[in-house]
């Protein structure tokens, strides 16, 4: 078993049986005032697990300022969200075909392919540099043909494990020949919202097929709309370099697409 990710801390004050939640200290909820430096915070560090090649959660208290602390409490109730880490390679198309008591009344539960291997946590290496690098970049240099190269290689996590993987990245990679942003604009409702629009050139011989293009520029499109500031948006184009098929889609914000 190996922890995911830690969903809630509670614990139970001595004597009255109050429940108090316990907030993570890396989150966006308000620091404590200056008449509050008492209250209580959970930590999680991650390590590599001494057995196999995933990873083991280690869990401390700390205050405001990061230091050690123990909280009032006497009871702390920890819920978790867990995997069986690598348990479910073993496992065959059709294996699981157990109901539970949760199940719809004629319902038929079947695994119809492998599952993914596991990833794990990238524990060791410049990967966190890298990822405060990248919190401060804009869509200028997002627009660069290296800057993109690196950063679709930064969230390839399963390339850093699988060499497979890795190969198949640097192949793609490498079918970006071009990267281009300029300014746009959108009638929405009537009223123009500026943006971006993207335009990217690639060798769509070095991919499957044209559904394979179609997929990778999907995932482009919510890469790129993420960084769109407030009130505006991103618009992107691939075109195949070779077969000179054109891809499109529309404007986007975020999750939500302007129509």
Not at 19 to 48: G, M
Not at 51 to 57: I, R
Not at 110 to 120: E, G, M, N, Y
Not at 121 to 143: E, I, K, Q, Y
Request: aromatic share 8%; glycine share 6%.
């Amino acid at each position: 078993m190996e922890v995911v990710a830690i969903t809630r801390v509670a614990g139970f004050v001595p004597g009255s049986g109050e429940e108090r939640v316990f907030q993570p200290f890396y989150s966006f909820a308000p620091r404590p005032s200056a008449d509050d430096r008492k209250r209580v915070f959970y930590k999680v560090r991650l390590r590599p697990a001494l057995v196999g090649d995933g990873s083991e959660t280690w869990m401390s208290f700390v205050d405001p300022a990061e230091a050690q602390a123990i909280p009032t409490a006497e009871t702390i109730r920890v819920r978790l969200l867990c995997s069986n880490r690598r348990l479910p390679e073993s496992l065959a198309p059709g294996d699981l075909r157990d109901r539970t008591t949760s199940t719809p009344a004629g319902l038929v539960v079947k695994d119809i392919t492998r599952f993914t291997q596991p990833i794990a946590a990238p524990l060791a290496g410049d990967l966190s540099w890298r990822l405060v690098t990248h919190m401060a970049l804009n869509f200028l240099p997002l627009a660069s043909l290296d800057t993109l190269r690196a950063l679709l290689k930064l969230y390839d996590v399963r390339s850093l494990q699988d060499a497979g993987a890795a190969r198949r990245l640097e192949q793609r990679l490498a079918a970006i020949e071009s990267a281009d942003a300029r300014p746009d604009e959108w009638l929405l409702k009537g009223h123009p919202v500026r943006g971006q629009a993207i335009e990217i050139g690639l060798r769509d011989r070095q991919f499957g097929d044209a559904g394979d293009v179609q997929l990778f520029g999907s995932v482009l499109d919510v890469f790129f709309s993420m960084f769109a500031s407030l009130n505006s948006h991103t618009r992107l184009l691939v075109r195949g370099l070779d077969s000179g098929e054109v891809f499109r889609w529309p404007p986007r914000h975020g999750t939500q697409i302007l129509q």
